[in-house]
């Protein structure tokens, strides 16, 4: 079986949240902590604040934004321009924080959102633009920064699953005023569940400390103005903001601090059998396109998508289907055009141009599993297996 995951931990994970069970310090404290901090450390970001999931941080870092108490707050009404090709949890933060979003084409040989396409969206109420580096491709970040720049918007990038992308030398997600990551149990790295809000700015961290849990300020670190400002109430029982509940435990935490120095390494193994992915299947061409990596970028591959390209004499399905009876697991990529998932379809949105690119990307493209338990046997088999497909048809 090539699976599209196999779990990034083993025993050393498994002690570290053992630990916790045994001493019994289970709820969101002192590893959290080392976790968030270590995370921005390796990174160059200020602030860490973990979270339970790559959602929930979108949840936050969208609620902090468009908080009362937030600097240049995103007001109900506002646009933000999102690419097609996301994940349901990249938007519905956006609508659940009465914002609206704007829903734009991609660059087909990237997937990730086109600048081009961001410039026809700008409109009086856009206020931001949310990004996806997707599959951890970078997207065009010196256009992207150029276009928020002109216009005054800004920057959101979704990150969820790109941990180990660069782009010019810089980590995806050091663009932005916030950055979300997910450490699901299917991402380069994982806490079980989990995610983390990244930012430089103070004030929105300790936002979101407050909005994570419940609106209590236990977990900022500066309680001191809030208790000055409410004499008279316990104050350790605060509460200044509304608020959540979605904090980490501290398994996931210890989990965290265990997996992050093994990061660089899966990402090697992913970029290595990208590599080989695309030098070997090239000779298809004629039938099957291959995410390019954006200039500049480094791709963190988070799985190997394949376009069955127009006028090829099979269907995706049928290719897909091959692989399946080979026991290789298949996926479409991300959630397709998010524009065409029912769910989008009772909230108010926009949606610019016919979006043909995310459209083409859900109807023909799939991916395959590239992680860092694919070694050279599991890839050379995925690859016999789609020329014994093409094989079979006298295609190649
Ligand atoms: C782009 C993007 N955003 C958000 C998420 C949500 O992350 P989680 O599964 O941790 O909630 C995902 C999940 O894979 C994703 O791909």
Redesign the pocket.
Known sequence: MVRLHEPTFSTEEIMAALDCLLTTRVTMGPKVKAFEQQFAATFGWNHGVMNN????A?LLAISALTNPRAQDRLMPGDEVIVPAL??S??IWPLIQCGLVPVIVDIDPSTLNIDPEQIERAIGPRTRAVMI?PVYGNPCDMDAIIDICHRNNLQLIE?C??ALGAFYDGKPVGRFGRVATF?F?YS?HITTL?G?ICTTDEFELSELMRILRAHGWIREVDDPKPWIDASPGIDERFLFVNLGYNLRATELSGAMGTVQLPKLAGFVDVRRDNANWFRRTLDRYGAYLSFQQETPKGRHSWFGFPIHVKAGAPFTVNELMRHLNDAHIETRPI?CGNVALQPGLQMYPHRTVGDLRHATQTMKCAFSFGNHQAIDSQARSYVAEKIGNFLNGRGLA
């Not at 999931?53 to 929930?56: A, E, H, K, N, W």
């Open positions: 999931s790559g959602s929930s979108n996301s994940w949890t990249t996806v979704d969820c699953e997910s699901y991402h569940e995610g991300i």
